[in-house]
């Protein structure tokens, strides 16, 4: 039995993952639910709530929640009135035995992330700050709500790879909103008995055959997949696990993980007038497959196939298109010491004890903070005697107690390389692209730079790197280029234009960079043909400009173009003709303007 | 983390272990980061290790850990102790410490105890984390991401082995020796130049590829779940064999003698990979040196050298960021062309 509920698999699988989820949150850790916020995240985020017990909390945490909220800390008011130190209990803490809900999580910085991933993994929570050092056990399990739009907006792969279920929301409708079939008393029936339901040896490694066959790295996803199917045993009343318990969880928890497709022919094979496949009809349910035919199969091939018919048709089809979707870059990119931290502007992200020189922005509540305990001892130096009941004349603050305001800058750059790899000098023009990519990021903590790549020929313009500041991620990413083929430029500056656009959402100052000779001789809608070609590509500078980004466009051509330099002039481009750039040349061309140039927004 | 996962039960990792049983070993090689995959056990490890490691002697009521077998390190409070005469000792654990990502200032170097401020008025030092360290590890996860005011200060602290606090009349000094040992993944962001320089050895840590292992680490990591105090029961011996030859690894350090032909073969390596600084050469001889006293051997080899060469150099060659091949490429083609395959 597989509690599906309406006939839309999307919402059924959604429900079955609250279920599971429910069962024993912390052993599983939770779920990233893909949507825009609206009644079925609403609607599932209820569906959770119902099926845990009732005194299990569930804690929200805001995107800008503080670290010492989120791990708690000092109490400022309560300390100064018992005249002792009084510790406040975080929102991990409170969620002892429930879940933690964390909105906005694609944009979560990384470094809370790690909090919450250290958490998560010791069961406890570790204090070290105003000082206290703590350590609350909590076992919670995470809901991440995802609001992410384009591929590159995602949680934090480091939270990612600790929640079972990755669900996407987005394509439920109303009329699927069901409620569970699951009762919060099975949930709770079914927790009793989880950690004793037995997983045979062919039962594990049949989930980790098909975790490799779908090109998953990580051992967490196999692990996680075989808690789910522990948990589905443990709901079906079963005390161990069966193939429709390994089929459901492959079909939860490693489907949408999936970075390749097994059996694929080789990417190397591939034409470069690839179109992506029709998206597939949404997969049968597999439970109802035909029993006799599954009796002779591996169990291997039977989990496989339940995992692949369950991969989201959308990311099949960029899998077909062989893009890698786990190359994208995370939120808050690079590390925090990377980062120059501004004095004054931008987020607050935490305070240090510091002077007030130049323009630095003291931190009153801090600093009060941390003048509260020497409070007595000033006194006592001062010869001053405090009667009972008294309230002393004025709080005495020193210089040690100055804590200064620590700010993220919102001008980090990301510099957006869209690089012309059609023709026959498409080979050599992505080598230099590719070195100056990679110089760009070999002295990243230098400059507080990100780095995309887009390549575009044939008819389409394809993201080969998100914005990283990650070298490692960087070299994978540009290992193999292909090149060859027509220049759909019109595509190529929208695609340009949507990533800055993204980049700009995150708070951060997009510099794009084309490298092109600027003939475009495919249209916007993928036909060939010149004239209409260029007329598109025009039209896409035009639009590009009212965007007001800042970009350079790199001429390419042996000799200057009339045509690269006109479109340069419509994007509000800086023109720079480099016949013979190199890696090297290119890359300090880059530096020089993207660092003069104003941006325009 | 009443049962940490036994160092002996982690499957595979061998490159990773056998740096921290050598960091253990020689905590003069200056620590370990260990960088790569998610999901690889980076944590799991060292943790294991604080399970792993002999018990070691302290001053009993030090706030430091003093070892009483060294007097000249003694801090303050022990040094009054000891002239008069009143020296306790007994055994602990080695202490392995948690800096978690939200740690304060105040919290590292150590800070006015708010207790005793607060009700009595009084001004005492409350020592941190860089105090509990001292003898044993420092841990740092995800420690690119830590923030640059602590890593400075860590550096600080790391090169001169004392911990320095002045505040409004409150001046301490205490020693502060500890092995830093450092995890993370390199999609996060790079780790910068002057800390990963500061690390002795560097680990680069993958998923496994293959089945049997994959399985086998999942297996293992249910079995303990289920019931964790059985399978700590079940890997006890293991782990005690582990714990005896790093017992008399560390006696026989001191005997391992270094030949100059292996000095010659360590100066050779480093000059054909053009590492930066003597730090290399120095780091390269210890682990050796640790390694032959961990396998028993009498005098440093090119076996010793060989092993820990590509832990001891991979972090210290000259980015190249047009040379594709990793680091670790480099220093396997060095060691062919001067060892022979």
């Known amino acids: 039995m597989s509690e599906r509920s309406a006939e839309d698999p999307i919402w059924g699988d959604a429900l079955l993952a609250a279920a599971l989820f429910a069962v024993a949150p912390a052993q599983l850790g939770g779920a990233a639910i893909r949507s825009l916020a609206g009644p079925g995240r609403d609607a599932w985020l209820e569906a959770l709530r119902a099926l845990l017990p009732d005194e299990a909390p569930m804690r929200r945490v805001p995107l800008h929640a503080s670290e010492s909220r989120i791990l708690g800390g000092l109490d400022l008011t309560a300390t100064l009135r018992a005249g002792r130190p009084v510790a406040e209990r975080g929102i991990l803490a409170a969620a002892d035995g429930g879940v933690v809900v964390l909105a906005m999580a694609e944009r979560m910085e990384l470094n809370k992330a790690a909090h919450l991933v250290a958490a998560l993994d010791a069961g406890e929570v570790v204090l070290e700050r105003d000082g206290l050092a703590l350590r609350t056990p909590s076992r919670f399990g995470v809901v991440a709500l995802d609001e992410g739009l384009s591929q590159e907006e995602r949680p934090p792969a480091a939270l990612m790879d600790r929640l079972a279920f990755h669900i996407d929301l987005s394509g439920a409708t109303l009329r699927d909103l069901e409620p569970s079939v699951v009762t919060a008393e099975e949930v709770t029936a079914a927790a009793a008995r989880f950690s004793a339901v037995a997983l045979s040896d062919e039962a594990l490694q049949a989930l980790c055959t098909t975790a490799m066959a779908l090109g998953i790295g990580s051992l967490r996803a196999p692990m996680l997949a075989a808690r789910a199917a522990k948990a589905h045993a443990a709901l079906c009343g079963e005390d161990s696990v069966g193939e429709v318990d390994l089929q459901t969880a492959a079909r939860l928890v490693l489907a949408p993980r999936a970075t390749m497709i097994p059996q694929m022919e080789d990417p190397e094979d591939e034409s470069t007038e690839e179109q992506p496949p029709e998206p597939q009809e949404p997969p049968e349910e597999t439970e109802q497959k035909d029993e006799s035919e599954a009796k002779d199969k591996p169990l291997d091939d039977v989990i496989l196939e339940a995992a692949q018919a369950a991969i989201p048709p959308g990311l099949l089809a960029m899998l077909k298109m062989g893009l890698d979707r786990h190359n994208r870059g995370s939120s808050a990119g690079g590390k925090a010491g990377a980062q120059k931290q501004s004095k004054t502007r931008g987020r607050p992200i935490g305070t240090r004890q510091g002077d007030l020189r130049d323009g630095m922005r003291l931190n009153v509540v801090e600093t009060l903070r941390a003048a509260a305990p020497w409070q007595p001892i000033r006194r006592t130096a001062r010869g001053e005697v405090l009667e009972p009941g008294k309230r002393p004349a004025r709080v005495e603050v020193r210089r040690d107690d100055f804590r200064i305001s620590r700010h993220k800058e919102r001008s980090e750059t990301a510099t957006i390389f869209v690089v012309d790899a059609s023709g026959s000098a498409a080979l050599h023009r992505l080598a230099e692209a590719k070195g100056a990519v990679e110089l760009l990021l070999a002295d990243c903590y230098v400059r507080r730079d990100q780095v995309a790549l887009i390549a575009f020929r044939g008819r389409e313009a394809e993201l080969l790197l998100p914005p990283t500041r990650s070298l490692t991620r960087a070299k994978r990413s540009l290992a193999g280029l292909p090149g060859g083929g027509g220049t759909p430029l019109a595509t190529a500056i929208d695609a340009a234009a949507a990533l800055a656009d993204s980049v700009k959402r995150k708070g951060q100052t997009p510099s794009i960079v084309f490298l092109t000779d600027g003939r475009a001789n495919i249209a916007r809608d993928g036909e060939p043909g010149r004239s209409q070609a260029e007329e598109d590509a025009l039209a896409s500078a035009r639009a590009f400009r009212l965007a007001g980004f800042r970009a350079v466009l790199v001429d390419t051509s042996p000799r200057p173009q009339p045509k690269a330099e006109k479109l340069a002039g419509e994007m509000a481009a800086i023109y720079l003709p480099l016949p013979y750039a190199d890696a090297e040349g290119l890359s300090q061309a880059v530096r020089a303007v993207s660092s003069n140039v104003p941006a325009a927004a | ?341």
């Open chain 2, 1 to 341: 983390m009443a049962m940490p996962f036994p160092f002996s039960a982690i499957v595979g990792q061998d490159e990773m272990k056998t740096a921290l049983l050598l960091a253990a070993i020689d905590p003069s090689i200056g620590g370990v980061l260990v960088f790569g995959d998610r999901g690889t056990g980076k944590s799991t490890a060292v943790r294991a290790l604080a399970a792993l490691l002999p018990k070691m002697r302290v001053v009993v009521g030090c706030p430091y850990g003093c070892d009483p077998a060294n007097p000249g390190a003694f801090c303050d409070s022990c040094k009054e102790k000891a002239a008069e005469g009143d020296l306790k000792t007994r055994q602990v654990p080695v202490p392995v410490i948690d800096l978690p990502l939200g740690a304060t200032e105040d919290r590292v170097v150590g800070a006015l105890d708010l207790e005793l401020a607060l009700t009595k008025g009084e001004k005492a030092f409350e020592p941190g984390l860089l105090a509990r360290a001292h003898r044993g590890f420092l841990y740092i996860d995800e420690v690119n991401l830590l923030e640059d005011h602590l890593v400075d200060l860590l550096l600080d602290v790391a090169a001169s082995g004392e911990n320095v606090v002045e505040r409004e009349g409150l001046s301490v000094r205490h020693p502060a020796r500890f092995v830093l040992v450092g995890s993370g993944n390199p999609e996060e962001g790079e780790l910068r130049p002057q800390l990963l320089d500061r690390f002795g050895l560097s680990v680069e840590v993958k998923t496994p590829t293959d089945l049997p292992t994959r399985i086998d680490v999942i297996r293992r990591r249910d079995t303990y779940e289920h019931d964790p105090a059985a399978f700590v029961e079940h890997w006890k011996r293991r782990d005690g064999k582990l714990r005896s030859r790093l017992t008399a690894a560390h006696k026989r350090l001191g005997d391992v003698s270094v030949p100059d032909k292996a000095l010659e073969r360590a100066a050779e390596l480093c000059m054909a990979l053009g590492t930066d600084g003597l730090r290399g050469e120095l780091t390269l001889m210890r682990a050796a040196r640790a390694l032959a006293a961990f396998e028993g051997d009498a005098e440093v080899g090119d076996k010793h050298l060989r092993q820990v060469a590509p832990p001891a150099l991979r972090h210290r060659l000259r980015r190249n960021p047009l040379d594709d091949s990793g680091s670790s490429v480099r220093v396997g083609r060095a060691l062919e062309e001067l060892f022979g395959a």
